[in-house]
């Protein structure tokens, strides 16, 4: 794997950080009865990567001495192919003197809009990388990834208000830097400073139960964390149960258990073109494709790797990958998304005679389970009688997983469809940083806890 | 050389930069295993070698860093070519504050390194999984072992040299009792972090965590509210990463984002706070990415905020006389600089035994350990998180029943504020922060009040 990165930060106005990286190298997994072994090599040469792969080996064996049941592999065909994402303008060639002009004009901007901090990034990664199996496979990708990010911060006398564009990690996509400038963030700046100002005296989001209307930037994170992570085999079959944890979810319920409500249709797919979760083929070979995981509220579907797809008895799921060439592939989310509905925001809010409207993260947390969680949002707005009210500052609704999917009983539609890009999930040991994408729509969920502070 | 020769990489690379920029260049080498296992048997092995050459430069202030993973001298060019290339396309950075004058450490460059660490391989940490698992009464286990090793060269184009060793081992690990028709299980956790192999002892961890494990089964549910609690060590460990973060950053205090005051008595008057990488019971590098030597910084006395971390550019927007405190970070220009070995400690040196604080509890709760906190907001530091691993009712100074996981969403600050610390214990060691940063050294704590906001699982 050739792995070129760069990335900038600006504040107020001035460039602070402006990073490139580079990683090569070759790391080769085996599999001796219930164990994997992994090593890796920076020397690109045939005997250092013979020597990796002896390690790797020799690392494996040496877990006989804590053996399990042998692992089997779920098939897939030994294929020769090359795939590359899609990219119109590559963001490696745009000059910095350009970038480094967007970022501070944008913050300066913000800044002047009365946020006393103005920040706003960009990141690129360029990703060649081989795959050679001992089934016959050798396929070849060129990925390349980029995205933005812009924020502005308000500081009170006993609190911080901030409101972020597009998104609190900003908007990543397996696109050129044509994404960048399709999120026009000079159309943005002025107003996210000026909102985040006008938080800092909004009224705070009040402790009750009602209807809760978020926005998709939410939806978006609400759908990693509670059902991306909550439906990895890895964790249901207890792999990562010390540190990640595991699931609610049992194995034995696959297929019949309702997770959600008849309008809950999420899948797993990764080959929706541009999305931060799109490849040709995963770390093991498995071709890129589409996966249910709910259908009208039924859970029927797993994020998996070819060991524990087997061990489960299901196909293999191609959602294995690793962040570098030293670092082992493991289950990772691809293009977890809510499939489109028939409602929009403008309805679902006219529809709503006492809720509260959310939108865009601020805090994320759940259980180690998945089950319960608390998420935050950057703004509030109260919603009477179909109209949206006062904007509120601190909103945060918590629920119970399967409860709150539950109630979910609007969906937004296909126009209000929007690929969302996580560049910053964390899983593993070591832990890996993995790039997610999530599909999502405004929903509403009905009768909903909200307003939970310290 | 070879790419385990870490101060003649740096050399070289500060060598091919010569005078066309200031030049400050950091070279690791490391070798980390780790074996990982679950449902009792080691399942991923790995071994990652790697030397990472990390190249911040500045051409009259405007400053650019690249990083590569590659030692060939083609590949160093093109890091230098890249940085110069960079630096000469962007503005001038108004903070940029020079390099590091050369400076020597101020503790021995292996004070953290035990060259039989050094050696350890898959099978040494297979026998001390294996010992976890035995001794585990027969419950599930689920962990890891990991061992590590780095060397590190530091070399800037204003003489400053620098190079620091360090080895670190870890065992932290659970055992699970399985719940009731497939409910949450009852685990019980146990850890050692040090810089010594030898200090695993996976058999008396193994014991511990059964023990919590078979005496968290059958937990009751309590109401949300506030409760007096024992927090042990882990869980004070989660808190600090928050701390140091968010609140005690150069950066952040210039900026208003913090709820540091200087000089002002914000936590109560029984914790002293300071983060001190030349202290034998940490890990890591002895100097920062600047080339800094690391010392300690005192940041609170008996509850009176005394200081707070810089690197040099966070030090030189903050003026005032202000310098670097040794707490740059990689790649850290935007997050500021971030103390990574703290060390909390009782003021006056006043620790009990957890045994002797719960004693005094009428009625609160025990908590083993804390997972998933997150800020909902940096300057009062108030963050939601749950339980894990066991918690525990007090009632009348005794541990009692097992109690479900709850979820808090409680300020630190307040938690810690004066008068809220009624008791110290005495069993600090290295545990992980709960925004997975760094490890701290930190004591069990008896606190008057935390804000538990939900069950974990109704």
């Known amino acids: 794997m050739v792995m070129a990165t760069e990335s900038m930060s600006a504040q107020n106005g001035e460039i602070e950080g402006l990073r490139h990286g580079e990683r090569a190298g070759v790391g080769v997994r085996a599999l001796i009865g219930s164990s994997w072994g992994f090593a890796s090599t920076a020397e690109l040469s045939s005997r250092e990567a013979r020597r990796a792969g002896q390690h790797a080996a020799e690392t494996a064996r040496a877990s006989a001495r804590l053996a399990g049941a042998p692992l089997e592999m779920a098939p897939v065909p030994a294929v020769h192919d090359h795939w590359e994402s899609a990219c119109a303008e590559d963001p490696l060639s745009v000059p910095l003197s350009e970038k480094a002009g967007l970022l501070a004009s944008v913050t300066s901007v913000a800044r002047a809009a009365g946020a006393q901090i103005a920040q706003a990034s960009y990141d690129i990664w360029d990703t060649t990388k081989w795959l050679a199996t001992s089934e016959g ?312 806890r909200v307003g939970v502070r310290g | 050389m070879s790419a385990s020769d870490p101060a003649a990489l740096a050399e070289k690379v500060v060598e091919m930069v010569g005078r066309r920029a200031e030049a400050a260049v950091t070279v690791t080498h490391t070798r980390q295993g780790l074996t990982r296992f679950a449902n009792s048997f080691i399942h991923q092995n790995v071994v990652d070698e790697h030397t990472e050459v990390y190249l911040q430069l500045s051409l009259d202030g405007r400053a650019a860093t690249a990083t590569t993973y590659r030692s060939d001298d083609q590949a160093l060019e093109g890091l230098a070519g890249r940085a110069l290339v960079a630096a000469a396309l962007r503005p001038v950075d108004p903070a940029w504050a020079g390099l590091a004058s050369p400076a020597a450490l101020l503790s021995p460059s292996d004070l953290h390194y035990d060259p039989a660490t050094a050696g350890v391989g898959p099978a040494e940490r297979a026998e001390a999984v294996a010992a976890f698992v035995s001794d585990g009464d027969g419950l599930v286990g689920a962990g890891f072992c990991e061992t590590t090793r780095n060397d590190r060269y530091f070399a800037n184009s204003a003489g400053q040299r620098l190079d620091s060793h360090d080895t670190s081992a870890a065992l932290d690990a659970i055992l699970r009792v399985p719940g009731p028709d497939g409910g949450p299980s009852s685990d019980g956790v146990a850890s050692t972090y040090s810089f010594r192999f030898a200090d695993l002892d996976g058999e008396a961890l193994g014991r511990h965590a059964a023990a919590r494990a078979r005496s968290g089964a059958d937990p009751i549910e309590l109401p949300p509210g506030r409760y007096e609690v024992v927090l042990e060590a882990r869980c004070v460990a989660y808190l600090m990463d928050f701390f140091t973060f968010y609140g005690f950053n150069g950066r952040a205090v210039t900026e208003g984002r913090s709820f540091v005051a200087l000089g002002e008595r914000q936590l109560d008057r029984a914790l002293s706070l300071s983060d001190d990488a030349t202290d034998r019971r940490q890990l890591g590098p002895l100097f920062d990415a600047e080339g800094t030597p690391k010392r300690r910084a005192p940041l609170v006395d008996a509850g009176v905020v005394t200081g707070v971390t810089h690197d040099r550019r966070s030090a030189a927007k903050a003026g005032g006389g202000a310098t670097t405190t040794g707490h740059c970070i990689p790649g850290g220009e935007a997050l500021g600089a971030v103390a990574t070995a703290t060390v909390l400690e009782a003021a006056a040196g006043a620790v009990r035994p957890v045994s002797s604080m719960v004693s005094e509890v009428e009625r609160g709760l025990l908590v083993s350990d804390f997972w998933y906190t997150r800020a909902l907001d940096p300057k009062t530091l108030v963050a939601t998180g749950l339980t894990r691993n066991g918690v525990f009712l007090i009632e009348n100074g005794e541990v009692g029943r097992a109690v479900s996981n709850l979820r808090f969403t409680q300020s630190y600050v307040a938690a810690l504020a004066p008068g809220q610390v009624l008791g110290v214990g005495d069993d600090a060691r290295l545990a992980p922060g709960g925004l997975h940063f760094s490890l701290h050294c930190a004591p069990s704590l008896h606190l008057a009040a935390w804000n538990f906001t939900g069950n974990a699982s109704a």
Not at chain 1, 221 to 230: D, F, P, Y
């Open chain 1, 137 to 448: 496979s050798r396929i070849s990708q060129h990925i390349r990834e980029c995205g933005a990010a812009m924020s502005a911060t308000a500081i009170g006398d006993g609190e911080t208000q901030r409101r972020s564009y597009p998104g609190i990690r900003g908007q990543y996509g397996t696109r050129g830097w044509e994404l960048v400038r399709q999120l026009d963030l000079p159309g943005h700046a002025g107003r996210v400073g000026e909102e985040a100002v006008a938080l800092l005296s909004a009224p705070v989001c009040p402790d009750r139960r009602c209807d809760l209307v978020l926005g998709s930037e939410q939806m978006a994170l609400q759908i990693h964390e509670s059902v991306g992570h909550a439906t990895e085999l890895d964790r249901i079959l207890g792999w990562e149960a010390a540190f990640a944890g595991t699931s609610w979810l049992e194995l034995s319920q696959l297929g019949s258990l309702r997770f959600g409500s008849p309008l809950m249709n999420i899948t797993a797919d990764a080959t929706l073109p541009g999305a931060l979760g799109s490849f040709g083929y995963d770390d093991e070979g498995t071709p890129a494709h589409r996966v249910d995981i709910v259908r009208e509220g039924i859970w029927v579907g797993a994020l998996s790797g070819r060991d524990s797809a087997a061990l489960a008895g299901l196909p293999a799921g191609g959602m294995v990958r690793a962040d570098g060439h030293n670092r082992i592939p493991m289950v990772r989310m691809t293009n977890i998304g809510l499939l489109p509905g028939t409602s929009s925001l403008e309805a679902m809010i006219a529809e709503t005679d006492d809720g509260i409207y959310m939108d865009t993260n601020r805090s994320w947390s759940i259980d180690d389970r998945r089950l319960n969680f608390q998420f935050g949002c950057e703004v509030g707005y109260e919603v009477k009688g179909g109209r949206l009210g006062r904007v509120l500052r601190n909103p945060t609704y918590t629920g119970i997983s399967p409860q709150f999917w539950g109630s979910l009983d609007r969906v937004g539609g296909e126009a209000e469809w929007q690929f969302w890009g996580t560049p910053n999930c964390g899983k593993g040991q070591p832990m890996q940083v993995g790039h997610t994408g999530h599909p999502s729509v405004p929903c509403r969920f009905r009768d909903v």
